[in-house]
């Protein structure tokens, strides 16, 4: 086997930070600054994220993806309202109960095989308004990019919206790795409106920590008149950084010149190329080629574990000896191609 590239797949919270983050973080790190955000790198963050999200948008700085969710939720939902995601949602399978602890509010999963809603599962739940004794549609809360790698476009996020406003219901976008979404779909700060404020998103947690940031991510409200509780909520929920310039310095550097969007376009085009290195070992199936920076693929059981020991990645669906490799900002060619050497090495 070649030398592994260690641990280079296995996520992309695994890769460190961003060099320009770093040195904003240590810029920062001169002199006091009032804490809680009456800092001038916080006001700096919130005037960039106007310049993403429109003049209106209100942003708040958090911790990290778990924190943003349960903040927007928390804003959004009434009381007896739940939250409609898919099956796949991060909020409903990876976040150890944390939304509904935290809100006292039920999470309705609806199965979906490629991580997407469509309009017509909201409509399925007109029955349910109304009636005391059932938990009201309050929230939609949708992936971007989906826990599966799949994309919405602008027009299937717009028609949820439609929808979800049509029956009362508000529109949550978990962007954990938004940039990469962002990429995908045109590269472009109007790519991002394109399927956010244009197309009626209510609230965005926005990630940071996979985009190259040391830790940190963001809640912006789209609609200001729900972001009126937002500096209370983030309090309450435990979101409230105190020494925030530091979070903040890191947005700064992000978003400075679209480096987001050129290290999310560099994360994509290595899973591209991580696919066709390997799509045509035998042994080796994909159901589809990558449209961000996550590769599922299925591989020989025996084969997986001797592969993970040698390059670290997750299991996904143990059933069908599934597993995904994650590319991030900072995957070079050379880790695909020894991943790639190594893997059809194990598989002969």
Avoid at 133 to 138: D, K, R, V
Wanted: charged residues 20%.
């Amino acid at each position: 086997m070649p030398p592994a590239p260690e641990h280079a797949f296995a996520s992309d919270n695994a890769a460190g930070a961003h060099p320009a983050v770093i040195a904003a973080v240590l810029a920062a790190n001169e002199g006091h600054a009032l804490a809680y955000g009456s800092d001038r790198w916080t006001d700096e963050a919130r005037a960039r994220f106007r310049d993403l999200f429109g003049p209106s948008a209100e942003s708040f700085l958090v911790w990290n993806g778990t924190g943003a969710n349960v903040m927007s939720l928390a804003t959004m939902l009434q009381p007896a309202g739940c939250v409609v995601c898919s099956e796949w949602a991060h909020i409903a399978v990876d976040e150890a109960g944390a939304p509904e602890r935290a809100l006292g509010a039920k999470l309705l999963a609806l199965p979906s095989p490629t991580a997407k809603l469509v309009p017509e599962q909201l409509e399925s739940l007109r029955h349910l308004q109304g009636v005391q004794h059932h938990a009201q549609p309050g929230v939609v809360s949708i992936t971007q990019s989906t826990e599966l790698g799949t994309l919405y476009t602008a027009d299937e996020v717009a028609a949820l919206c439609d929808t979800a406003h049509r029956m009362g219901m508000l529109v949550h976008l978990d962007g954990a790795r938004i940039a990469n979404a962002t990429a995908a779909l045109g590269g472009t700060v109007a790519a991002l409106r394109s399927f956010t404020v244009d197309a009626g998103v209510d609230v965005v947690s926005f990630g940071g920590t996979k985009a190259g940031l040391l830790g940190g991510e963001a809640v912006v409200f789209l609609d200001p008149a729900l972001a009126r509780r937002a500096v209370f909520v983030r309090k309450m929920v435990t979101q409230l950084p105190s020494k925030m310039r530091f979070v903040a310095a890191q947005f700064n550097a992000l978003l400075h010149d679209e480096l987001w969007i050129r290290l999310a376009e560099h994360s994509n085009s290595m899973a591209t190329r991580l696919h066709e290195q390997t799509r045509a070992i035998p042994g080796v199936q994909f159901d589809m080629a990558p449209s961000v920076n996550s590769v599922f693929a299925m591989l020989p059981e025996a084969a997986i574990e001797p592969l993970r020991e040698w390059c670290f990645f997750w299991d996904w669906d143990v059933a069908r000896h599934q597993v995904r490799w994650m590319t991030a900002w900072d995957t070079t060619e050379d880790d695909v191609d020894r991943f790639a050497a190594g893997l059809r090495h194990l598989l002969g």
